[in-house]
């Protein structure tokens, strides 16, 4: 029995939704870190230690996918999917501490939106790709 193709959604109904997803994605990403940086230079007790150092430390990942996130590469977006669950269980680690509880359900919705919005972003990118490169047309032989 011959598998039936997939049937690609069409061009018209991608392009809004790839462009919404980039622009969310940027947006959560930016955001998580910004609560990042905020929570660890203004709010954060780290009993002394520097908290360039220890927000610095957290931002690698960021800085290493940022160029990737900012040119809209489907593979950046990708690798961010797995790394922000690192985040996330960061977050609900803090949501169980009475004193970071607040902090920790930011950075686990902000964390969401990030996974989110960049998986449908993948997905739709790869879709429409497919689809500018002529698969799923119907032919006629």
Do not use: T
């Not at 990403?29 to 709010?43: D, H, P």
């Not at 809209?72 to 609900?92: D, E, P, Q, T």
């Amino acid at each position: 029995m011959a598998k039936k193709p997939k049937v690609l959604p069409s061009i018209e109904w991608l392009e809004p939704r790839v462009k919404a997803m980039r622009v969310l994605s940027l947006l959560s990403f930016f955001a998580l870190a910004g609560l990042l940086a905020v929570y660890y230079l203004v709010f954060a007790d780290l009993h002394g230690a520097r908290p360039w150092v220890i927000l610095l430390v957290e931002l690698i990942p960021w800085l290493v996918l940022a160029p990737a996130m900012i040119m809209g590469s489907a593979r950046g977006h990708s690798w961010m999917c797995f790394v922000v669950n690192l985040y996330f269980i960061k977050g609900a680690l803090a949501a169980y501490d009475p004193n970071r509880q607040l902090f920790g359900l930011l950075e686990m919705a902000a964390s969401l939106a990030v996974f989110c919005s960049a998986l449908l972003y993948v997905r739709w990118r790869y879709q429409l790709n497919r689809k500018l490169a002529g698969e799923g047309e119907i032919s006629v032989a």
